[in-house]
């Protein structure tokens, strides 16, 4: 299989992606009826990975921050249905280490920290659950849905399982992006090299309590909401599009605290443009939001991919800017990335990576800390 996260920025009215599962999506794909597969037979994919980083970087509270080992699984069931198909996405990861990397620097390693339960735990969880029927031009799809497997796709930079580890390089930070949640997409064809794209969401997803993606309409929790227009030829694919997130943004302890914002909902701007350069592919990220709400305000990142024979070879620089409104003292968090994805064969990979990272969590004293990295991946 292809990598089980990449997005393509095209417009084809079907899922870009999806995510994990074992013995809980055989289960489930056991009990639908066999009448309701059609012609074609359920399929199953997925993929593993096992990293371990290591940074040269200053004690914090005078604790050495210490290497690490950490794991995430991703799986994807399809069972094809009358005009659509039922999808079923399993994720999991490990617990971070105390004191580790990715507990110090969260950015360096975006595989890790998105499956956490409420006491900061890794686990295995039901990621998405949906059903997406051909409608019109397009498809619906309902139910349990990742929004940034939806919105903000590209090939270059787009995978931490596969691509770049760094979550500067898998979306754009300034969305403000829910974790998987309750909600809808259409995908839609509007002709020659367009499409479209609109989603509506629980703003609150099932990270760090499952429970929170089936509270709607509970106050403060909100709807994130956004729609993609997307042009694409065999050289250029171009994304732009708004999002909106209505959430309370001054209760989430992302460092805004306004008593006059109270209730104001978080929105921006993106665009996310991708083309081929010599034998390689490049993509541009950019990104605008209310720098009153979050704190992300800006972002820029650029990234380039270089098949050299059967490896491929990425490196990635970008830029978040921090919001001026931030209570405390503040930097701009910059983070650049190179990696060498080498096949093994039988869908066995390995992965030397470098990182370096400046002002994480926008703190002006992580001065700057190079990350040094190994992923071995197995595809199925």
């Known amino acids: 299989m292809g990598p089980c996260r990449a997005r ?61 080992g950490s794991g995430a699984l991703d799986l994807l069931v399809r069972v094809p249905v009358d005009a659509g198909f039922t999808q079923i996405e399993i994720r999991g990861a ?6 580790g990397v990715t507990s110090a620097l969260p950015e360096v390693n975006a595989s890790v920290g998105e499956t956490l339960d ?47 580890l760094g979550a500067s390089f898998v979306n754009n930070l300034t969305i403000d992006l829910p974790s998987a949640t309750l909600g809808a997409v259409y995908t839609s064809d ?18 760090p309590d499952y429970e929170q993606a089936f509270r709607l309409g509970e106050r403060g ?32 302890g992302d460092g805004i605290d306004d008593e006059r914002l109270k209730d104001a909902p978080a929105r921006g701007l993106y665009a996310n443009l991708s083309g081929r350069l010599g034998h390689g592919q490049w993509n541009l990220r950019l990104g605008q939001a209310d720098a009153r709400v ?6 820029l990142g ?44 039988a869908g066995l990979t390995v992965s030397p990576d470098v990182q370096y990272i400046r002002h994480s969590g926008f703190s002006p004293a992580e001065d700057g800390t190079w990350v040094v990295g190994m992923r071995a991946g197995w595809s199925f």
């Open 302 to 345: 650029l990234a380039y991919s270089l098949p050299i024979g059967d490896s491929l070879l990425g490196m990635g620089m970008a830029r978040t800017y921090a919001s001026s409104h931030l209570p405390e003292r503040h930097a701009d968090l910059i983070q650049a990335e190179a990696y060498l994805r080498v096949p093994l064969g």
């Open 190 to 207: 509007l002709g020659g090299a367009w499409g479209l794209t609109t989603l509506v969401a629980n703003a609150t997803g099932i990270e």
């Open 118 to 164: 409420n006491h900061d735990q890794g686990r295995v969880v039901a990621w998405q659950a949906f059903f997406q029927h051909e409608l019109g031009p397009g498809s619906l799809a309902l139910g349990l849905i990742d929004a940034s497997g939806w919105l903000d796709g590209n090939e270059v930079a787009n995978d931490e399982f596969t691509q770049f």
């Open 294 to 299: 979050q704190a992300a305000t800006r972002f």
């Open 94 to 99: 490990s617990t971070p280490r105390l004191m």
């Open 221 to 252: 929790n909100g709807v994130f909401t956004a729609i993609e227009l997307q042009w694409s030829t065999p050289r250029l694919a171009v994304n732009l599009g708004a999002w909106g997130n209505t959430r309370r943004h001054d209760s989430d």
């Open 8 to 68: 393509e920025p095209s417009h084809r009215p079907l899922a870009p992606r999806g995510r994990y599962g074992g013995s809980v999506c055989l289960a489930l794909c056991a009990a639908l009826p066999g009448s309701s597969w059609g012609t074609d037979a359920p399929s199953i994919e997925g993929i593993t990975i096992a990293t371990y980083q290591t940074a040269k970087h200053h004690p914090v509270d005078g604790i050495p921050v210490r290497s690490e």
